[in-house]
């Protein structure tokens, strides 16, 4: 069962600034997409966009925004084939679970102008006869 989705989009132009002030990223990312983005070099700040707009969207899957949660505690990573994975840890674990939230799924995209992300959260299924 859906509970809810959410879109973002992010122009990676926005993160070329925040380079300029000093643990902007550290606070916003956890050490395991900042790790993983970097590795990729120059394609890394459009991944970290793309990232960026999947938290956001989380937030808005969620209903509630950003509201009580830290940024870091939302860590999209990639798994062994690539494909993006959002995990929730911390605050963003217990917003998830507060919602009823069981899995969150996602998709991300960028082009050199523009990182998008779309998430929804599913529940879990109502049980049969009640």
């Given amino acids: 069962m859906i509970l809810g989705l959410g879109i973002d989009v992010v122009h990676p132009r926005r993160l070329r600034r925040w380079q300029e002030s000093a643990g902007l990223f550290e606070r916003f990312y956890h050490p395991d997409e900042l790790a993983e983005c970097r590795a990729k070099g120059d394609g890394g700040l459009l991944s970290l966009a793309a990232r960026f707009a999947a938290k956001e969207a989380f937030g808005k899957a969620l209903g509630s925004g950003m509201r009580g949660m830290a940024l870091r505690d ?32 996602i998709s991300l995209s960028h082009e050199e102008e523009a990182a998008i992300a779309v998430v929804i959260i599913q529940g879990r299924a109502p049980r049969a006869g009640g």
């Avoid at 494909?83 to 679970?97: D, E, M, N, Q, S």
């Fill in 74 to 105: 939302i860590v999209v990573t990639n798994g062994p084939a690539g494909r993006p994975v959002l995990r929730a840890i911390g605050t963003a674990r217990k917003a998830l679970a507060a919602a009823g939230g069981a899995e969150v799924l």
